[in-house]
């Protein structure tokens, strides 16, 4: 990235701008879309009751679900917009709180588990947010994490980097984030995958993970801090 480009305030401006988009699309997805299936997922693997903190918030529609499974929700977002949007429609019994994943508003050890779905890719450093994730959960906790699979069309975001352009939008794959957290203090307990459209449970069926990850929208890991 060049010297005088500043990829918080880029991010920031970014999600400010995106409010009213991401509104409209975030319950859909949460209730009939790609991130249907990842409340009961965590409900699986972290206690009801449990404290959880929304990584990437959002609009807080992910919170507000969590919070209806009977946890405790902090929902943070790089962007003020995001969190002035995500209290108005759910502050009454949610916490939200402005916060960059490069460095969390939060003590150590302070969450038994913690929510971070499409927001590792979207900082500059991932391996340092990863290590900001792992700080702030305590021993033991679990992270339930979705990473864009290759066919997302999100992914057009990091395009421009091949024209050498600066981009907020990182590339990692499903299996780089796999090999990244393993490298750095995490054991993969679990994970699944969100498949494109038009690809079938036949047409993966007996295939290797990392060929199952390639063919993905999204795939979904619960790690946990050792």
């Not at 490069?102 to 900082?123: C, Q």
């Not at 994490?145 to 590339?171: F, H, K, M």
Request: hydrophobic share 35%; aromatic share 12%.
């Amino acid at each position: 990235m060049s010297e005088s480009f500043n990829w918080h305030e880029a991010a920031t401006k970014k999600w400010d701008q995106n409010v009213s988009f991401w509104s409209e699309k975030s319950r859909s997805m949460w209730s009939q879309g790609s991130r249907a299936g990842i409340i009961p997922f965590i409900k699986h693997y972290i206690p009801e009751g449990s404290q959880i903190a929304d990584i990437g918030c959002g609009d807080g529609y992910g919170a507000y679900l969590l919070s209806e499974a009977g946890y405790h929700v902090t929902g943070v977002d790089i962007s003020p917009k995001m969190i002035e949007h995500a209290k108005r429609m759910n502050g009454e019994r949610l916490n939200f709180t402005q916060g960059d994943l490069a460095d969390l508003p939060f003590a150590e050890d302070t969450y038994d588990g913690l929510m971070a779905i499409n927001s590792l890719e979207w900082t500059e450093d991932p391996k340092g947010a990863l290590e900001e994730l792992r700080r702030v959960l305590k021993p033991g906790g679990r992270l339930c994490i979705a990473i864009l699979g290759p066919t997302a069309g999100p992914r057009q975001n990091s395009y421009r980097r091949l024209y050498g352009e600066d981009v907020i939008c990182n590339t990692m794959m499903p299996w780089e984030f796999e090999q990244l957290a393993g490298e750095n203090g995490w054991k993969i307990v679990d994970g699944y995958g969100v498949f494109k459209e038009g690809v079938s449970e036949e047409d993966i069926e007996g295939l290797p993970k990392p060929l199952k990850q390639a063919l993905t929208f999204l795939w979904v890991f619960i790690v946990e801090k050792q």
